[in-house]
């Protein structure tokens, strides 16, 4: 069965970098896409960007363009994100997901790994 | 502020039917038939409910429909049960430069 399983909780000091990772199984990881969605606390969904697995090709969301990077690694289907310059505001959970349809609707999700930004 | 609006929140008794708007612009929803739905419940991870607009993944109950007419697409959950409570979010792919665009999400109580 499709699984993506996301790293644990990070507690970061601001101005720091995180990078999460998403492990997949039970599909060809190079056939789709990884997107990356964070969620604030109390807050609504946020895209942030997408990654081919295929060929590595990226999309950004603007606001986050300069300070993420989306990597993958098909030696061991896993999918990475990192963010640099981290402010209060990026607390949230971040979750993995993948683009089924190749143009952002997500059939599976990760578990979500929360980061914590805090002085 | 979100790029999508939908409605707060929503409400309904168990067995009637509800309906969530989800209002974008020709950018976006007017655009494409791209739009999607993802049920959230507290503390989990969302939950594909609808694709395309109106196609329904599978293991999904048929009670869960979609549609759209101009700039907004519509969530109608009918026979409502109390497993439905949850948060129900839409999605919008928006072009080359935006992307993807959400609502900020309605809180669907069952009474």
């Known amino acids: 069965q499709v699984q993506l399983v996301q790293s644990g909780a990070e507690v970061k000091k601001p101005g720091a970098s995180v990078k999460v990772s998403c492990k997949a199984s039970?599909?060809?990881?190079?056939?789709?896409?990884i997107s990356w969605v964070r969620q604030a606390p109390g807050q609504g969904l946020e895209w942030m960007g997408w990654i081919s697995a295929y060929n590595g090709n990226t999309n950004y969301a603007q606001k986050l363009q300069g300070r993420v990077t989306m990597t993958t690694d098909t030696s061991t289907s896993t999918a990475y994100m990192e963010l640099r310059s981290l402010r209060s505001d990026d607390t949230a959970v971040y979750y993995c997901a993948r683009d089924f349809t190749m143009v952002q609707e997500w059939d599976y999700w990760g578990q979500g790994t929360l980061v914590t930004v805090s002085s | 502020q979100s790029a999508l609006t939908q409605p707060a929140s929503v409400s309904g008794s168990p067995g009637q039917s509800i309906t969530i708007s989800c209002t974008g612009t020709?950018?976006?929803?007017?655009?494409?038939?791209?739009v999607s739905w993802y049920q959230q419940h507290p503390g989990k991870a969302p939950k594909l409910m609808i694709y395309e607009v109106s196609k329904r993944p599978s293991g999904v109950s048929n009670r869960f429909s979609g549609s759209k007419s101009g700039n907004t697409a519509s969530l109608t959950i009918s026979g409502l049960q109390a497993e439905d409570e949850a948060d129900y979010y839409c999605?919008?792919?928006?072009?080359?430069?935006?992307?993807?665009?959400f609502g900020g999400g309605t809180k669907l109580t069952v009474l």
């Open positions: 039970g599909y060809t990881f190079t056939s789709y896409g």
């Open positions: 999605c919008s792919y928006a072009g080359s430069s935006t992307h993807v665009v």
């Open positions: 020709s950018s976006d929803v007017g655009s494409y038939n791209l």
